[in-house]
Nanobody, 123 residues
């Protein structure tokens, strides 16, 4: 399965964006799915993850707790990342990731990566 991201863009600080991740060439139904981000010159960091079932357990990085919400619609085979109260520090390429092994809260736990979508937050 290949994750395909969409929804990135340019937003002012304090604004919101919703990223979508659709499954291509397969289905997400047997995968836990997560989001990571990578800023220029920095490592790829965990943002949020959700287990296989719709309404399943959610996991968040401390830096986004209370601002970001991950959800999934298995009928549409899509995972969403709602990002609110965005800050300039949230600027990065956001990657969707899927794993059949465990919840993807670390880069090493990921089986499949998307190509990424740019999110830029202006001050």
């Amino acid at each position: 399965v290949t994750p395909v991201e969409s929804g990135g863009g340019l937003v002012q600080a304090g604004g919101s964006l919703r990223l979508s991740c659709a499954a291509s060439g397969g289905t997400f139904s047997n995968y836990a799915v997560g989001w990571f981000r990578q800023a220029p010159g920095k490592e790829r960091d965990f943002v949020a993850a959700i287990t296989r079932l719709s309404g399943g357990s959610q996991y968040y990085a401390d830096s986004v707790k209370g601002r970001f919400t991950i959800s999934r619609d298995n009928a549409k085979d899509t995972v969403y990342l709602q990002m609110n109260v965005l800050k300039p520090d949230d600027t990065a390429v956001y990657y969707c990731a899927a794993t059949a092994r465990a919840v993807p809260t670390a880069v090493t736990a990921v089986d499949y990566w998307g190509q990424g979508t740019q999110v830029t937050v202006s001050s």
